[in-house]
């Protein structure tokens, strides 16, 4: 029997599986100095996730379909390494061999697979992105976002005029469009600006995913606020993987571990973890539902009530830090201090801030 278009648009809207942020310790790089054990380290990690996400997979369900980790879970952060020097120890390319090995773990279990790690981009060779990444189940990258608030490292804003040349703004906002729904991607702190989680919607995010390496903490935190809040802002799914502590730095290992989750489009905890490395942030994703609320008038339906052309004005009229900020500079450590504090007084001087 032959389904009408119609029956398969119904088809569609009645989707659901199971979501995971899978909750790992990430095995930092700072201490070594070979290039060769950097690498063998990061591939270790691969291989010991990989383990990971199918005994996981086994134990909740075949049908997930989707699995977030950490952020930076194959490196950690920069400790004291200037930009060139990270740039050769934990940077990846593009192509390289660490995506077709994450790639190789996505088809193996049949899943779309996101995280985050430092990129390497050949339009820009004296620097490094922070990048989230979506591989789906046939191996291949199919979305990139680049962090674009950082405190110490370089941003696409940084570079923006080249950077808006090469990728435009769909290459800023990216949101891909896939079988288990409209994703969108959110770095680490990332989820405490609103704007990035709007946008993303306005360009038809259903689910935020959010690759995270943050303190956790029985109260709320900062971060565990912005979550739920950019949930019910956005009518959006948000699965947030943290960190189960960091090796092999001198910061103590658990001071990120803990509270990975799945929040549903109305600001709801359907699961969240505790510390350690965990599976327990498990959920269903039920697109079917997500798509009633956003089709449903009344208060409820946010996404329905903006009016944004309140807001265009402000935001048009009103800089705060400034764009194309390393278009002509080297990219150093001390840059990015010395261009917020220049920022902070700048606001003082216009009588933003006291």
Not at 25 to 32: E, G, H, I, R, S
Not at 47 to 60: E, K, L, P, T
Not at 248 to 263: E, H, L, R, V, W
């Amino acid at each position: 029997m032959k389904i009408s278009n119609e029956e398969k648009g119904q088809a569609n809207t009645d989707l659901s599986y199971r979501a995971l942020a899978l909750q790992v310790t990430c095995d930092a790089v700072n201490q070594l100095t070979d290039t060769v054990e950097v690498r063998t380290q990061m591939m270790a990690t691969i291989q010991r996730i990989s383990q990971q996400i199918r005994a996981s997979i086994n134990f909740i369900g075949k049908d997930t379909r989707l699995v977030v980790l950490p952020e930076y879970f194959l490196t950690g952060f920069p400790m004291g390494e200037s930009i060139e020097e990270w740039k050769s120890k934990a940077c990846i390319e593009m192509d390289g061999l660490e995506y077709e090995a994450l790639g190789k773990v996505a088809q193996d279990n049949n899943i779309f697979l996101s995280g985050n790690v430092y990129e390497l981009d050949p339009h820009f060779p004296e620097i490094y992105f922070q990048t989230c990444f979506l591989i789906d189940p046939s191996g291949k990258v199919v979305l990139r976002y680049r962090r674009l608030n950082s405190m110490f490292a370089p941003t696409p804003h940084d570079v923006w005029d080249k950077y808006l040349d090469i990728y435009g703004i769909e290459g800023v906002f990216p949101v891909a469009k896939t079988e288990i729904g409209n994703i969108g991607l959110i770095a680490s702190e990332e989820i405490l600006y609103p704007e990035i989680a709007r946008s993303l919607m306005l360009r038809g995010a259903e689910i935020l995913l959010h690759s995270s390496s943050e303190v956790a903490s029985p109260q709320l935190t900062q971060k565990h606020i912005g979550r739920l809040a950019r949930s019910i802002e956005n009518m959006a799914y948000v699965i947030s993987a943290n960190s189960a502590g960091m090796s092999n730095i001198p910061i103590p290992m658990a001071s990120t571990d803990g509270s990975s989750a799945i929040i549903d489009y109305r600001g709801l905890i359907l699961a969240e973890a505790g510390s350690g490395e965990s599976m327990v942030a498990n959920g269903e994703i039920d697109l079917a539902a997500l798509r009633r609320a956003r089709r449903r008038p009344g208060m409820g339906n946010i996404i329905s009530r903006q009016r944004l052309e309140l807001y265009a004005p402000i935001y048009n009229d009103i800089s705060i830090y400034p764009a194309n900020s390393l278009s002509e500079k080297k990219a150093e450590r001390s840059h990015f201090i010395q261009t917020q504090l220049e920022v902070i007084d700048s606001l003082t001087r216009r009588g933003l801030i006291k």
